[in-house]
Every structure is written in C-alpha cells, then in structure tokens.
C-alpha cells in the first residue's frame, strides 16, 4: 500500500431517518451499497445538536466546554455585543493545524466557520459564515480567481432570504438554484482533488439542511402535509435534489483507489418541529427580565402584525401573493428595532435571559465588573435550582402535556476551560420538536409552527465508512462527533493529541488491523494557523443575518 488518504464527505443534516428508506427504496442505491459494503451508524451530536457547536466539535475533536462555540454568535459572557463567529473564534487546534505540523497536506471545500480562511498546509475555500463572493474566501488568496473563472456559477452560500417558500413558484425557484450551487460544487470539488495536492480533503454540501429546514412537513409521511396537493407536487422536486447527492456518492466511490478511505458525516440529524417556547416572554411573566420600555411596545406591533399575515382567516381571503408582500414589507422594518437581546433587554432589571434559538438554555445576568444583576454564590445557585424546577414543570397551555424533557445545568454538560461561557441552564423540549426562542412581543407562552417548513435538527447525524481494510456491511452504534478527528488522524496513520474528548472508532476495522497498528497519542500543542483582521463590516455582517434568519436561527 501507498501513502494512506482520507476524504471527510460532510452532508449538511443528513440523517438516516431519511436516508435509510430512501436506500432500502432504490431512490438511494449508491448509499445502499456503501452502507452493504461499509460500517455506518448514527452519530451524536453535540447538545444541542446546532450547526456552528457541532461543526467545531468536528474541526477539533472537542465538545463546546473546549472549543467555546455555543451559537453563531459570540457568548454574551465573553462580550455582550455578542459579534458573529469565524474561523478565529475556535479554541484550540484543528484539524489543519494538526495535519499541517505533521507535513500532511488537506483541503477544506465549504466547511461551515471556516471564514475567513486560514494559512494551510493545502487550501481552503470557507464555507457557512462567509458574506459572499465579493470576500476573500480562498486560501491560497489566488485560488480565489482561478476558481470562480472556471465555476462561474459558484456560489459560497444560496441567499435563501430572497425566497418565499410559501409560494410555490418561489419555491421550485429555490430548489432550482440549490441543485445548480450543489451541481457547481460538485464540479469544483471534483476538480480540486485532480489537480491540487491532498492527503485529506474535506467538502461539506448543505443541501439536505436547507431543504429540510424549508420543507420537512413535505418530507416526512408522519406530517398532515405530507399528503396535500401541494407536498405530492413539490415531492418530486425535493427527491430530485437527494438523488443528486446519492449520484455524488456514486461519483466519489468510483475515484477512489486502494489507499483512500472515505468518511461520510453530518453535523446533526433532523425531525419535526411542532412549536416555540416564547422563553423571554415566559421569564418577562416571572418577573426576572425587563424589556426597555421604549422598544417594547415596538415588538408588540410587530409580533401582531406578523400573527395576523398568518392567521387562518388572512390566509382565506388574501392571496398568496399578496401576503407574501405583506410579509416582506413587515420583515423589511426589523432594522429599524433589532430583536437582539441586547438591544431589547434592560440588563439592569434582568436577572435570567434566553438568548438565541441555538443556545437552547436560560443565562443568568449574573454581577460582574461590567454589571449584571444575580451576586454569585447562594442568590445565584437558589436562582438556578428554581429555574431548573419551573422549567421542569412547565406545561403546553394548550392541553396540559409536559414541555420540557430534560434540564442540565452547564457543568452537567459540558468539560474544559470554556464551560463557564455556556448557558447557566440547557434544556429539550419535546426532543427538539419544541424550540425556545428569543422573540419579544408575543402574548403566549407556546405557539405553533406549523405555518413555517417544520423541520430542526436531532440528535442523530449520520456516520459511514467505505475503503481499504474497514470491514462490511456492520451497523456501528455509539459514534459521538468529537470522534471524527481522531478517527480521520488514526486513518492516516498520525498520533491522536492527548486533549480531544474524541475516540478512535476503531470498530470501523477488524481487529487485527488495531491490534497490528494500535491508537497512539501525543501531547496537546503546536502551532495554530491565524489571520489578522476577521472582522465582518456592517454590510457583511447583516448578510450573514439574513441568512441564518432564514433557516430560523435569528428572530
């Protein structure tokens, strides 16, 4: 055998929940064989099981108590104006760092906080985080050219603010220009690994994120509107669009040759979303967060007006396209009072505060240097325990069911140094079918999705191995996503640093393969790649937040 290689396939949400039947099927054969031919299994998330927190857990081998990425913004602990993520924001080593001081060489294709991109031993082109094509998003700077030359239609990121998917036109638009951006990436990322040197190559696609956010009530036959003229009509389209990225798989197996193993993942799985959880409105009724009184009254008029462009009598007697009008209109006023927390919140009479859908946890505005309310110590355990209880209690107004699965105190979750800029209190809800959120304004407690595309993210990503030596058709149980870097560095033959909470999946192989070449480790350090200014401008950074407001993450 040659110089080993891997090739690190991120599918953006994939889960097996889909996928499975989809092969057994025949819409996927290409998975099918590989799952026949390979070892595959469910992997865990990270909780909560959110894109920025997992994919940095990918990167580095490390839960959020080490890396520090709990949302895609900054926490309000480590600075309250909570400025978006980059690739700067992760803690410690990734996997470029630690294969560039290993002489290996890698390339990154659309990894989500990869921008801007870093000094590699390779390339990388950022993905998710990237305000747009008008950046420098390439390393080396002048790939950037060569790139876009030869993929004019490249698209770092599909602008999915600019389509109502309530419409049906706009959403075969949507689903049109998905499949081009993932044609144009598929192309690119089959040219990169002809003519640029690699011993590990990494591309992520997100098409199955996007579409499920928009529209698993599609999707799933469990849904009311699985089986509607609209869902038997959108249906086609929406197959069409994984029968690509099954094509992919069958394109990338065929170029492989006997020392290359291939590693399927995704960040997260996905599932229903049922209902919010107005947290901020729940803790405003506890008598813990205040709002500024002068933009209080703003979002109030601004939720009322939202509810009746969906309220079931509107939706009668006003087409489509003219509440899909209405709807930008309203949108188009956000700028003029921010949803922000720390634009909305009065921070010297809070005492708790739900910052972002992400997050999925309560902060308790504890006292500090720069102010806060809860002195630390006996106030702020007793202030935890009782939120904890009363979370733990709560009911769905609506007919008296339980809300809240689960409620971890920080500590509970998470290990390592950055655990302290975690949420005070984490909790699920309904498996994730329930999604607090950060909205001001609404008079309810919980309310219901299901005017909106019903899909986020479980705790069960997908995880798959083909290649030399992994052994067939074995059904792999118990993979966390921590334990991708180190099973990717023991592939190709590196030390594992003593620091990752990662595994080795060493079930992938046969016995005597570990037995013959057994997991080592080496002390945590080296170098770690740095870029000098990685602040976004305004205009930068208000696409960005059109972004993730679209697939839900932004209020």
């Not at 420098?136 to 999915?160: C, H, M, S, W």
């Not at 993932?182 to 192309?187: K, L």
């Not at 809300?403 to 655990?419: A, F, K, M, N, S």
């Not at 602040?535 to 697939?551: D, I, S």
Request: hydrophobic share 40%; glycine share 8%; with cysteine.
């Amino acid at each position: 055998m040659g110089k080993p290689r891997v090739i690190l396939l991120g599918l953006d949400g994939a889960t097996y929940d889909l996928f499975r039947p989809w092969a057994e099927q025949g819409l996927m054969p290409n998975l099918k064989s590989l799952m026949e031919q390979g070892v595959w299994g469910d992997l865990r998330s990270t909780l909560p099981p959110v894109t920025p927190t997992a994919w940095s857990a990918c990167l580095t081998g490390k839960g959020p108590g080490q890396h520090g990425i709990y949302d895609f913004r900054q926490s309000p602990l480590v600075d309250p104006r909570r400025p978006l993520i980059n690739s700067q924001t992760i803690q410690g080593r990734k996997l470029w760092d630690i294969l560039g001081g290993h002489g290996r060489q890698s390339g990154f294709l659309n990894v989500p906080i990869t921008y801007p991109p870093v000094p590699v031993n390779g390339f990388m082109i950022s993905g998710l985080m990237t305000p747009g094509e008008d950046v420098e998003f390439t390393y080396p700077a002048g790939l950037k050219q060569t790139l876009l030359e030869k993929f004019p239609r490249y698209r770092v990121n599909l602008d999915i603010a600019q389509y109502d998917v309530a419409l049906e036109r706009d959403a075969l638009s949507f689903l049109a220009d998905l499949n081009d951006a993932f044609e144009e990436r598929r192309r690119a990322m089959f040219w990169l690994m002809e003519t640029q040197p690699w011993d590990f190559f990494m591309p992520v696609f997100i098409s199955p994120d996007r579409i499920q956010h928009l529209f698993w009530k599609h999707l799933d036959p469990a849904n009311p509107a699985y089986d509607t003229p609209r869902g038997r009509r959108l249906r086609p389209h929406l197959l069409d669009s994984y029968r690509r990225v099954d094509d992919l798989l069958g394109d990338l197996r065929r170029t492989l040759d006997s020392d290359t193993t291939l590693f399927i993942m995704s960040d997260h799985g996905f599932g229903p979303l049922q209902a919010w959880i107005n947290v901020n409105k729940w803790l405003e009724d506890q008598g813990l967060l205040k709002l500024q009184p002068n933009v209080a009254w703003r979002k109030r008029l601004f939720y009322e007006a939202m509810e009746i462009e969906g309220s079931p009598l509107v939706r009668t007697l006003i087409p489509s396209e003219v509440r899909s009008a209405i709807r930008r209109r309203i949108r188009s006023t956000r700028s003029a009072f921010k949803t922000d927390v720390e634009a909305t919140v009065d921070m010297t009479q809070t005492k708790a505060f739900f910052a972002s859908v992400p997050c999925q946890g309560v902060y308790i505005n504890v006292k500090t240097e720069r102010g806060g309310v809860v002195a630390p110590g006996a106030e702020y355990d007793q202030l935890r325990a009782s939120l904890k209880e009363k979370l733990l209690a709560l009911r769905d107004p609506r007919d008296g069911t339980p809300l809240i699965d689960e409620v971890w105190y920080r500590e509970e979750v998470y290990t390592g140094p950055q655990t302290g800029m975690a949420p005070d209190l984490l909790f699920k809800a309904r498996d994730y079918g329930f999604l607090g959120r950060q909205l001001f304004g609404s008079r309810k407690l919980v309310e219901t999705s299901e005017n909106m595309g019903n899909g986020f993210h479980r705790m069960n990503g997908m995880f798959l191995a083909y290649g030399p030596g992994v052994r067939a058709g074995v059904h792999l149980e118990g993979a966390d996503i921590t334990d991708i870097a180190p099973t990717v560095l023991y592939s190709l033959g590196l030390p594992v640093p003593d620091d990752m909470d990662g595994r080795v999946l060493t079930e992938v192989w046969p016995a005597e393969r570990t037995a013959a070449q057994p997991v080592t480790h080496e002390a945590a350090g080296g170098a770690m790649s740095k870029v000098d200014d990685v602040g976004y401008t305004a205009a930068e950074m208000a696409e960005v937040e059109a972004r993730l407001e679209a697939l839900g993450y932004l209020d």
